[in-house]
């Protein structure tokens, strides 16, 4: 394409209001052919608002998008594909009961006559796939796929429809460091051939590696467009909450340092020999084993699809164990439901609390309550003490930065990250004995996920053992204890935080024992 | 004649409108909305396709309106709830009421009767077909209308395009994901719409198959809940077009097998006979499982 | 009111003025003059003493039949299945009242009630077994279960339970089951029942909206899934809330059985179910609105005749004015804002006009 | 100056309404008769559901002069209203009910059914006949046991066995499931079918027109012509002769209240002449048939009402 003068995206005083709150503030930005321009911003700063106005999503209220200097009128996401624009957005958006091929071949399918050619469409889906090193069965249906493997799906599907211009929408929440790296070098080759890539992550460090530009948004505005070359991450933290330098998540890893213990601490659960089986299929948690003490901060690492998820329901009584035993606190806990285990003080933050924990219609008030509605402190002989909820709620929102306006507003109006704070305000707040989490830090942004370290770390000296599961190593190396690596429903091995080492970690990961 | 064919044409016969309707539903509700209206398509069908009739003194004009009718009826369901933003559940009764009151007054406006409109020219027979031909095989095609054959043509047909074309696969992703299709650049309302037209047009041929196929009349509120039973075929069907097929062929032979067991048993109350059907399929419902799950966005709109 | 204002009232007026408007339209189509149509509506469910009489004794199994609906799908499921529970139900009071006659009237009148209730409650405890063992949509069970019961009592009344004629009915309760009358007005009386509808409804929305089970039936109706993670076991308040459900469906049949028909006859329901999915979704679903809708269906129904004999038009447009004014309701979000845009519009039009005059 | 004014009629029917092709229709025309005779205008009232009776009938009688009522399922509510306005004149079909100013007929159905037995029996070539019926309401039961006795006569007469098939409906509304009975009934050989079904008798019709060597007997009203020869006889249940003559004699001020029951000896029940279908019979089944009717005339033959009384029917020798 011939490179002409003007940017190939240009935002012209683009402003976004929701009610009365201003998600986007005249933004004026300016994208260049061929280079990849990272959005980074708070949670709640708007990114997610302003690249669904550029992919038709959202109308903006005032202001326009130019492409290539030509104002163009994205009324929907058809106009935007035609206009060449690709979008993988930050929640997941697939079909769960078609196959993993046709999800990706939707909306440019091969065919001739009407008739779809799946031969061809196959061979192609398989080629990308065997380029990401993604391990998806295009049989499959979508639905069936652990939740990462969608988001695998997802950018395949970008990539299939050869977008000129691509964004991105926090797409690596869910991968594993070395999928993140191939990704990464994915993004390179595209830039080599003269795409056009937006990219939003709250992770800086791959900011860093991939991105020449990056500019930071705050409540809505743009703060400053920089060359990354001439930034440093602390610039750019500092610039996203508009006030002191604060710490980057890295330096975290150095931070953890507990008091060692002077006796042991005692046990609090114990798993023996668990097998869980998923819908008569051969088990897929086999013979799994450890124990963790009380104030420990236990970590599960391991490639997405290796029964991370099961492994979560099932110690927290979503799912049946086949097989094995379970103690808590010296009470055997392997055949109670869910309801018991949170009784006894057992929660869990699943991977995906939009769907999975949150009433999206219901005021954020009444999803707060929802698990704690019989405590004493918000009923009276059956009747919903609502001003207590409220103000619970109200509490809540302010002490965890929540960005909603009020605790009347449902889930469904917040943004990304913001739904993901208050699953875990209101996991925290009750207090657990155990808390399993799924994935934390998804979508958080740095100040977030670094409050989130600190009350996990806060929780554990108060004596709450937390299990993390996360593709992330880097986090699990701050932030545990211990770290476990489960592989194909196995645990391959469990390593002390003195003997941390990411080699052998690696190793595991891929199932190399050592 | 051997009992075995008695009842296989019967069973056609009893399955021929419920799998219009079926079908019809089948195709909208895989495009995501929520079609619990099928019977007042039917009966608009049936209505009209008299009208048309009548007016033209052409059966097959009488169909054509007939599936027109169905197409409005569908049509004001389909506007409703995907562009005013109806709960799909409510729009879909409110098309019944509106279909049962409709037919009723304009049955009394345009004909000045009530209950029973005068009779019309209906569709051909098969052995009137057959007949030119070759010699009529002792009355085996008797009383079967020309609209069986090609309800089970049309039945196929839409199987084959939802499971092979362009267009099926497209109409499933709405009814997946709107929000997904509508990102990957489908125009999520036309989809839809079509669909809710193309399905409302078939279960108003299966209203006109009622009046002027299998009858020559209309007879107020004469679909006598076969709307409702087409959708139950769809579900226990499992939205999937074999399955709603064969469980068409369920209820049409559950259906068939009780009135030729009443003729023949007639010690029986009558009443157990009327119940039969229903107790047929509520044993295998409660003997039967499977997996698939209705579509992931019945009922979303974007 | 701003246009945007997702008050319901600002949006539900506009939606009915509309639905009103088209309803006359097709009037004047038929060849009635609206204002006297609106008239011969009024007169008809509220004119007279006899009228008003009829319409709340209509709106009885209305409010229980849209009260069971709606209870139901605010926890996630859609009971098409009223009709086949009112009728067990009226069967089951019937048989009842008429069997325990040896008891006195202040036990066997909410004996006959209470049993209705319960076999109307049981009737419906199939669906939710199915809908959890074997993933079977209840509304396809239910609609299976409402033919059933029809066909079955059917079979009883003109057999086992019926009083020997070949009517298809059972014989008279005895006169200790009758719903006392408060009310006379020549042959016709208005009993309890009404009243007590009406203060179940009430009871219902404030168990629903204020207390923790209705909160966690609300939750389940939400999202099933995360009420079970937080604790709440989805199926078994689905159970519940399903069969307390087919309860009320029951009891709106042993409650005609004991205050309008004193007897049960085949063909009990002329379509109370269908109409109760009317009812509930005319209230959008909640039961504090409920009175409202089945008080303003009742006075459709109760009026039917008054334009048969009135203005001679074939009562079919009953249907059509329900139709009409449910779609409009349904669309109320979307009537509502265009109303107020135009409103607006037109507003600031003369303001205009004032400004350049003035 | 009162007189002058024109009566105001009000037509009551149960939920099956107008358009039934039979027992509310045959009615309806003897009232609009009336109304072209006498210079009124009738209203009909439908009622939706059995709680709108009493209202419905306490609306109409307080806005009539005559009130006509049609059915069985009116009586319990007649009991109660009439009686409360004694300046309104009730006309009640089928039901017996007292009350000074109500005058109720029933018919003897099952005289009628009786014929239509007799013709169906003698006109059988593979001795078996069917009928179809709607609901198992009393006059139906009587249409059918009458029905089951002129079959049993005309076996006698004939000396073979008849079988009878009975297939009902469960509705008077759904002519679809008429068709498909009717087709049954067909399948299993029975070559003629006596119809007492209402809306649902337009599908057997319309099952027996497609179908070779397959004959109707229609009831309630003269239907021959619909089908000329594939319709053998319809049997005549004069209700709209009976309602004619009441309303006469209430416009003359020769109201009689009473109970009625009125049969083939009162002209009531007949059978239609057979004009497309005699030549199909041989000429001594015509004087079989022409010979119970004398019978049923003359009063000298009880035909049983109920389906238990058939066994015990002894066939009269014709
Ligand atoms: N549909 C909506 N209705 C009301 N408010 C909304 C809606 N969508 C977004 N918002 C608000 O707009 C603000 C910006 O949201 P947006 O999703 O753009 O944030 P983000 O920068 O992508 O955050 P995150 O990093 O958490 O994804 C949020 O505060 C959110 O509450
Ligand atoms: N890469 C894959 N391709 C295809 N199917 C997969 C893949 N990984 C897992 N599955 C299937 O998906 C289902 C869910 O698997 P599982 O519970 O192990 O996922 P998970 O690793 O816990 O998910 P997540 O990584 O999101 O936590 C299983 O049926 C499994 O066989
Ligand atoms: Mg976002
Ligand atoms: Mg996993």
Known sequence: ??????????????????????????????????????????????????????????????????????????????DAIRAGIGMVPQELLYFPQLSVLENIILGSEPSRAGIIGRRAAEKEVLCLRDAFGFQIDPSLPAGELPFAARRQVELMRMLYRRAEILILDEPTSSLGPGEVEKFLDVLRSFRAGGRTILFISHRLDEVFAVADKITVLRRGSIVRTLESKKTSKSEIARLMVGGDEISCPNAVTEDRNRPAAASEPPPLLEVEGLCVESA???????????????????????????????????????????????????????????????????????????????????????????GRQRESKFQKSGIIRKGEAVQFASDLISENGIAAQSPLDPPASLSGGNRQKAALARLFAGSPKLAILEQPSRGLDLHASAGMRDKIFELSRQGTAVIVFSYDLDELLSLCDRIAVIYRGRLMGTIERSLFSRDLLGRWMVGISS | ????????????????????????????????????????????????????????????????????????????????????????????????????????????????????????????????????????????????????????????????????????????????????????????????????????????????????????????????????????????????????????????????????LSVRWTAMPAQLFLGLPYAACFTVLAFYSGKRRPPSALGRVE | MRPDSKSSFATLLPALIVGALICMAMAA????????????????????????????????????????????????????????????????????????????????????????????????????????WRMVHEVISTLLLNYLAINLCAYLVSGPLGDGSAMGRTPAIAPGAEMPAILHSGSLYLTAAPIFALLLCFAASFWLCRTIWGFEARSVGSNPEAAFNAGISASIWQTRIFMMSGALAGLAGALEVTAVHHRFYRAFSPGYGFDGLTAAFLANGSPEWLWL?????????????????????????????????????????????????????????????????? | ????????????????????????????????????????????????????????????????????????????SLKQVAPQFPKTRFIHIEGDIQSDNLTCYDFRSEEGGFLA????????????????????????????????????????????????????????????????LAKTLIDKGVDVIFRVAGNTGVGVSEAV????????????????????????????????????????????????????????????????????????????????????????????????????????????EL
């Open chain 3, 293 to 358: 809708s089945a008080l303003f269906l009742a006075s459709l129904r109760s009026a039917d005749k008054w334009l048969q004999i009135g203005l001679n038009i074939s009562p079919n447009y009953i249907w059509v004015i329900q139709a009409v004014l449910l779609l409009c309701v349904a669309c109320r979000q979307r009537i509502g804002n265009g109303f107020w845009r135009i409103l607006n519009r037109l507003r600031t039009n003369s303001a205009l006009n004032e400004h350049l005059e003035g």
């Open chain 4, 1 to 76: 100056f009162a007189n002058a004014a024109p009566v105001k009629v009000i037509v009551l029917t149960d939920a099956a309404g107008l358009g039934d092709k039979g027992f509310n229709d045959v009615c309806w025309q003897g009232v609009l008769k009336a109304g072209k005779d006498f210079g009124f205008e009738p209203r009909f009232l439908q009622s939706r559901e059995q709680a709108d009776y009493a209202s419905n009938l306490t609306l109409a009688a307080g806005n009539a002069d005559i009130v006509v009522t049609l059915g069985f399922l009116f009586t319990d």
């Open chain 4, 117 to 180: 037995g007799l013709v169906a029996g003698l006109f059988t070539k593979k001795n078996m006949v069917g009928a179809v019926s709607g609901m198992d309401i009393p006059p139906v039961e009587a249409y059918v046991s009458g029905f089951r006795a002129g079959v049993k006569t005309a076996a006698k007469a004939k000396g073979s066995a008849i079988e009878v098939s009975i297939a009902q409906a469960g509705s008077f509304n759904d002519p679809v499931k008429g068709k498909s």
């Open chain 1, 1 to 78: 394409m011939a490179i002409s003068g003007a940017p190939v995206v240009e935002f012209r005083n683009i402003s976004k209001r929701f009610g009365s709150f201003h998600a986007n503030r005249n933004i004026n930005l300016c994208v260049d052919q061929g280079e990849i321009h990272a959005i980074s911003g708070e949670n709640g700063a708007g990114k997610t608002t302003l690249m669904n106005m550029l992919f038709g999503r959202v109308m903006p209220d005032a202001g326009s998008v130019l492409l290539r200097g030509k104002p163009l009128r994205m009324r929907n996401p058809r």
């Open chain 4, 209 to 316: 027109r497609s179908a070779g060597g397959v004959h109707l007997i229609a009831e309630d009203l003269d239907q021959d012509g619909e089908m000329p020869g594939k319709i053998l006889a319809s049997t005549l249940k004069r209700m709209d002769v009976v309602i004619y003559n009441a309303i006469r004699d209430t416009t003359e001020n020769r109201f009689k209240a009473g109970h009625f029951w009125l049969g083939a000896a009162e002209g009531a029940i007949d059978l239609t002449a057979m004009k497309y279908s005699a030549g199909m019979f041989a000429p001594a089944d015509l004087e079989r048939i022409e010979k119970a009717k004398v019978l049923l005339r003359g009063g000298e033959l009880k035909i049983p009402k109920r389906t238990g009384e058939v066994d015990g029917f002894v066939a009269p």
């Open chain 1, 280 to 370: 008569g299929a051969e088990p897929l948690i086999k013979c799994i084993s450890f124990s963790i003490a009380v104030g420990e901060i236990f970590g599960l690492a391991g490639v997405v699809g290796n029964g991370q998820r099961l492994l979560a329901r099932a110690l927290s009584g979503r799912e049946k164990a086949s097989g094995g035993k379970m103690t808590f606190g010296g009470a055997d806990i392997t055949r109670l439901g869910i309801d018991a285990r949170l009784r006894a003080g057992i929660s869990r933050l699943s991977e995906n609390p939009a769907e999975e924990a949150l009433l999206p219609d219901r005021p954020l008030w009444e999803n707060f309550l929802l």
């Open chain 2, 1 to 260: 004649m051997m009992p075995s064919f008695e009842l296989i044409t019967l069973t056609l016969l009893k399955a021929t409108p419920l799998l219009l309707a079926a079908f019809g539903g089948l195709i909208c509700e895989l495009s995501g909305l929520i079609n619990f209206a099928l019977e007042g398509m039917m009966l608009c069908g049936a209505f009209a396709a008299i009208l048309g009739a009548w007016a033209t003194g052409s059966p097959w004009l009488g169909l054509l309106f007939g599936i027109i009718a169905g197409i409005c009826a569908s049509a004001v369901h389909a506007t409703a709830s995907l562009k005013l933003g109806a709960n799909q559940i409510v729009s879909s009764i409110a098309v019944n009421l509106l279909a049962a009151g409709l037919t009723g007054l304009l049955l009394n406006q345009i004909f000045g009767v009530y209950g029973t409109s005068p009779t019309v020219a209906k569709l051909p027979e098969m052995n009137a077909l057959l007949h030119r031909n070759m010699p009529s095989p002792d009355g085996t095609f008797e009383g079967i209308s020309i609209l069986v054959p090609i309800a089970f043509a049309l039945a196929c047909g839409v199987m084959a395009c939802l499971r092979w074309t362009v267009a099926g696969l497209r109409l499933k992703a709405c009814g997946e994901s709107p929000e997904a299709a509508a990102a990957a650049g489908l125009s999520v309302f036309r989809i839809r719409f079509l669909a809710a037209c193309a399905g409302g047009a078939l279960a108003g041929m299966g209203g006109a198959y009622l009046s002027i196929g299998d009858l020559s009349q209309f007879v107020e509120n004469m679909t006598q809940g076969r709307g409702y039973l087409a959708i139950a075929a769809v579900i226990l069907g499992r939205w999937r077009p074999a399955g709603v097929f064969s469980a068409v062929l369920f209820f049409g032979f559950c259906d068939a097998a009780s009135e030729w």
């Open chain 3, 29 to 132: 189509a038929i060849g009635a003059r609206p204002l006297e149509l609106v008239q011969t509506i009024w007169m008809g469910a509220w004119g007279t003493a006899d009228a008003a009489i009829n319409t709340l004794t209509k709106m009885t199994p209305l409010l229980l039949t849209g009260l069971a609906v709606a209870l139901a799908y605010r926890a996630g499921l859609l009971n098409v299945g009223c009709e086949g529970q009112l009728t067990v139900g009226a069967l089951a009071g019937a048989t009842v009242a008429i069997k325990c006659a040896f008891l006195p009237s202040f036990l066997l009148l909410p004996l006959s009630l209470i049993s209705g209730a319960l076999i109307g409650g049981i009737w419906a405890w199939p669906a939710v077994v199915l809908r959890r």
